[in-house]
């Protein structure tokens, strides 16, 4: 059996267990389990723990391997490795500094006071950028500190900058870029690496299909060419006729960039009823 260690309560929570439903892996008790929680139909077992203890659990062969931000697996700095990264959960690490204060560059900090509660990253980042700054551990509301002269910059996980803005103070540099990544130790996980290759394989397959539509339309026969350039599908596009004469269905599959970037020329040659679906999986 292979055990994931999901984190209990948080952010990357539910967008852990959607994946796992997205792969149609579906746990016995729902979303409600507190500790443990086993699939029904795969050969797994959820974990539930906050996400600093994520990479050590993985690391001492209690879980195989764990859903945490990279932030966390680069701080906790375990000898585990990454087995693909999730794209979800996205955020970055950036310096910040209070929004009166003149900033030129990341030279201005050195010898300046930092708060973080990522230490080991930020000393990482400032050694290869050749700063010398001290550097201050606390464990929650980083973004206070300056206000309150324990610092002069802080460093913290940025989404929208909003948390930033609203403590008065501005971004001036990223020195990390983040996502939610799949960890799993280094040793061989034995027999159960075939389940780990199964939930990798319907992994890929979610995430190939996720910004990806299926396109339904109609087009005088006269556009088909013109129309399969720009809706070349995985292979190319599937052309049926129509009862009424001159006229086909076309089906195939386009990203939702670019439907956008090219819904009007497709209307331009003629195209009409375009529908378009979600699609669950794709497999190459
Ligand atoms: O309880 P436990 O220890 O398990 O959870 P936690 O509180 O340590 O982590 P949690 O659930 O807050 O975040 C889990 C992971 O989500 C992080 O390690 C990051 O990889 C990722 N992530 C993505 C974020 C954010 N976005 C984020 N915005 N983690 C935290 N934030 C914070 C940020 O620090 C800021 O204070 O959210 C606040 C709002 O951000 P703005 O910029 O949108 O205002
Ligand atoms: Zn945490």
New binding site residues.
Partial sequence: MLTLAV??????TDKTLNLLEECDIKLQNGRKAKLKNRAKNFDLEALFM???DIPEVVFDEIADIGVV????FLEKDRDVKIIKRLGF???RLSLAVPKEQEYDGIQDLDGKKIATSYPKILKSELTKRKVKAEIHVISGSV?IAPSIDLADAVF?????????RSNGLKEVETLLE?E?VLIARKSSLGEDQIILDELLFRINSVMKAADKKYILLNAPDSAIDAISDILPGMKSPTVMPLAKEGWSSVHSVISEEDFWKNIKKLKELGAEGVLTFPIEKMIL
């Avoid at 931000?69 to 966390?72: A, S, T």
């Avoid at 913290?156 to 930033?164: E, H």
Wanted: glycine share 10%.
């Fill in positions: 984190q209990k309560s948080g952010r990357l906050r996400d600093d931000g990279e932030n966390v959960s996205s955020c973004e913290d996980i940025v989404s929208t900058g909003s948390t930033l983040s939610a």
